[in-house]
């Protein structure tokens, strides 16, 4: 497995694979913080890229956690088997053609790792964010795919002790975010619009979908 020491930011996305066959999938995996906006962001490029008449699948992690574990437990194990399994569903579309936006935090370089080694053309847009601002963003979404309040409940819980069910590990709070400093593509999520950072994406991969 390749260390993050050991990659370098890939300058033009078709010379990090070679030659490649015209209809040939791709994916990127939007990574960062709970609320850091990744889920927006990946819906922005995919209408964007619909417009330009380019089909994208857009797959996320929150609606895809309980086909993974239907019966979740919300343990760290657990949670490494639905990255696997995220990353297998991500390479298998890919493999048939579709231009795959993985939408999931994606806490640990071990589970980036797994999908550049499954996927040929693949790359992280990293959203940077810092805690206090995506739990500023998190604290007005609404219950849904994820439990609201999140951070709020994580914190509390680590200062009091207090359970609330079906929280699990948070990211930020109860395990830490590892940094890829090999990421195709940095996104400065505090201060960039959504509009730019689309933009943005579109621009850096656009050799992937013509």
């Known amino acids: 497995m390749r260390t993050a020491e050991a990659r370098q930011v890939v300058e033009d996305p078709e010379d990090a694979d070679g030659p490649v066959a015209e209809r040939a999938g791709a994916a990127l995996w939007f990574t960062g913080l709970p609320g850091s906006g990744k889920s927006t962001l990946a819906r922005a490029v995919q209408t964007a890229l619909k417009a330009r008449g380019v089909e994208a ?12 574990t239907p019966r979740p437990t919300y343990t760290a194990r657990e949670r490494q088997e639905a990255y696997r399994l995220f990353v297998l569903e991500a390479a298998e579309l890919a493999g048939r053609g579709a231009i795959v936006l993985m939408d999931g935090s994606g806490p640990e370089l071990a589970m980036r790792d797994q999908a550049r080694q499954a996927i040929p053309r693949f790359a992280e847009v990293h959203l940077r964010c810092g805690v206090a601002t995506a739990m ?9 795919l994820v439990m609201a309040g999140l951070y709020a409940k994580a914190i509390k819980r680590k200062t009091t002790g207090q359970q609330f069910p079906g929280l699990g590990q948070v990211i930020g709070v109860d395990v830490p975010f590892q940094v890829d400093p090999g990421a195709e593509l940095v996104l400065d999520a505090e201060s960039e619009s959504v509009e730019r950072m689309a933009g943005r994406v579109l621009e850096r991969f656009s050799p992937w979908w013509g």
């Open 136 to 144: 500023a963003r998190e604290a007005k979404r609404p219950d849904g």
């Open 57 to 68: 699948v857009l797959l996320q992690m929150d609606a895809r956690r309980t086909h993974y």
